[in-house]
Each structure stands twice: as C-alpha cells, then as structure tokens.
C-alpha cells in the first residue's frame, strides 16, 4: 500500500465530515486512511488544543503544591499531637 498525501483542503474536509457525525470507521474506509490519522488530524485541527495542554500542566503543577501543603499540614498536626501527648505523660509524673 503506497502512502498518500492530502492536501489541506482535503483534511479540513475530512476533519468536517467527523465533527458532522459521521463515523471514524466510515470516513477511514471512504478515504483509506486510518482512523488513527484522522484523530490526529481532529486534534491537530482544534484551535484550543495547545490551550488545554497548557491549562493541563498548570493544573498538574498546582495539584502537586496543593499535595504538599497537605502532606506539610498533616505532618504539623502529627507532630503537635505527639508533643501534646509528651507533655501531658510528663505532668503525671
């Protein structure tokens, strides 16, 4: 199977016919294409894809700021039960 190339206009087409509803497996056999190839040409379409990997990585980041203030937190709270717990064996003496 030789590899075929489409031109733009080709692609924006075939993108349209998707997002119109019709099936991957459909426009796959139309076109000979895989449906792998056209995923990515969808998503390489979507103007707010860079947009979302973006907003992604800033959510990772601060998901991973907001584990360790809870970690920091929680460790505080051991730390101050087990002094609390220290003094109060100490005054029984």
Known sequence: M????????????????????TSATEI????????????NWVSKADPTHATRQDRMTALN????RLKL???????????ERADIRADKAGQTD
């Open 2 to 21: 030789t590899r075929q190339r489409h031109s733009d206009s080709e692609i924006e087409h075939i993108v349209g016919q998707y997002k119109a509803g």
């Open 28 to 39: 796959s056999r139309t076109y000979g294409i895989h449906k792998t190839t056209l995923y």
């Open 61 to 64: 980041a601060e998901n991973e």
């Open 69 to 79: 203030m809870l970690a920091e937190t929680v460790l505080a709270m051991i730390l």
